[in-house]
């Protein structure tokens, strides 16, 4: 299976933090959830794949191409969605598509159109006069109008209302239809993930912690919840990380046949949420898999 992105030993070090020896790849033709708490690397991350950050070592593959030297080559092909504002807000519409448009050789004016239309998106109106959800729209729309096959995205959904995430994810479910296009979607709302992620990438304190296909996740992780008698220092081990409160005990394990040999009947099985997995490996500290 081809990647539209792929990471090989990739460092980048700050004063207080690091990306530590990232290798991961983003399969072509699918949408990757990319999932962490907040300070986990993510953005570094986007922003070394867009050559806004340089890597200390390591390699970057972008559509097949060295993220440094075809640089130019790549942003012809990829299209990008951020939270935070990117464009010229005392601008409107109008004046920033004259702007952006001959950025990119391929540019379609009837796709653009389509989708100010279907956004509805006033043309003569100041951008920073323009919602929230208006501008990420704005974005989305300059994102797939010159035909790009990588669409990343840096929580593209934060601070929307339930239903205009629910429009935005219909919009991008739609846009997957077309099986030659990538999505890369970095989000902290992992319930928009669960909606329309074919695969799962979880950082954590600049580590990788997993890469996979979303529907195996629930095949190899497991919350159990039982009574704290259960447990005893050789058991405890065998989860990523407890919680305990005066009715009992909640733990992730990602060996739930293990578990279920040592607890039995005693506990009950949930499937985790991509938030429980989250939260407990952040209770754990530096976990790996």
């Known amino acids: 299976m081809e990647n539209a992105i792929e990471f090989h030993n990739v460092n980048k070090k700050y004063k207080d933090f690091q990306i530590k020896n990232l290798s991961m790849n983003v399969k072509k033709g699918y949408v990757t959830g990319f999932i962490g708490a907040n300070?986990?690397?993510?953005?570094?991350?986007?922003?070394?794949?867009?050559?806004?950050?340089?890597?200390?070592?390591?390699?970057?593959?972008?559509?097949?191409?060295?993220?440094?030297?075809?640089?130019?080559k790549i942003k012809e092909k990829i299209g990008f969605v951020f939270d935070e504002g990117i464009f010229y807000e005392s601008l409107t519409l109008k004046e920033l598509k004259k702007i952006i448009a001959p950025a990119y050789k391929q540019w379609d004016e009837k796709i653009y159109k389509h989708y100010i239309d279907l956004f509805e998106l006033p043309q003569n109106k100041k951008i920073k006069n323009y919602s929230k959800g208006m501008k990420m729209k704005t974005s989305l729309a300059f994102a797939l109008s010159h035909h790009a096959e990588l669409i990343i995205m840096d929580e593209p959904t934060s601070g929307l209302d339930p239903i205009f995430r629910r429009d935005i994810l219909d919009i991008l479910y739609d846009i997957m239809q077309d099986e030659k296009k990538t999505i890369f979607f970095s989000s902290h709302i992992t319930t928009d993930l669960d909606r329309i992620a074919d695969y799962i990438t979880f950082l954590h304190n600049g580590e990788l912690i997993f890469s996979k296909e979303?529907?195996?996740?629930?095949?190899?992780?497991?919350?159990v919840k039982g009574n704290t008698n259960l447990l005893d220092k050789q058991t405890e081990k065998e989860f990523i990380s407890i919680r305990k409160t005066e009715s009992g005990?909640?733990?992730?394990?990602?060996?739930?046949?293990?578990?279920?040999?040592l607890f039995g009947s005693h506990v009950l099985f949930e499937k985790p949420s991509l938030e429980d997995i989250m939260y407990f490996t952040k209770k754990a500290g530096n976990f790996h898999v």
């Open 39 to 72: 300070g986990a690397g993510k953005s570094t991350t986007i922003k070394m794949i867009l050559n806004l950050v340089k890597k200390n070592s390591g390699a970057i593959s972008v559509l097949g191409m060295d993220s440094s030297k075809d640089d130019r």
């Open 214 to 223: 979303f529907h195996s996740i629930s095949e190899e992780y497991a919350i």
């Open 249 to 261: 005990f909640e733990a992730l394990t990602k060996n739930i046949s293990k578990a279920k040999e």
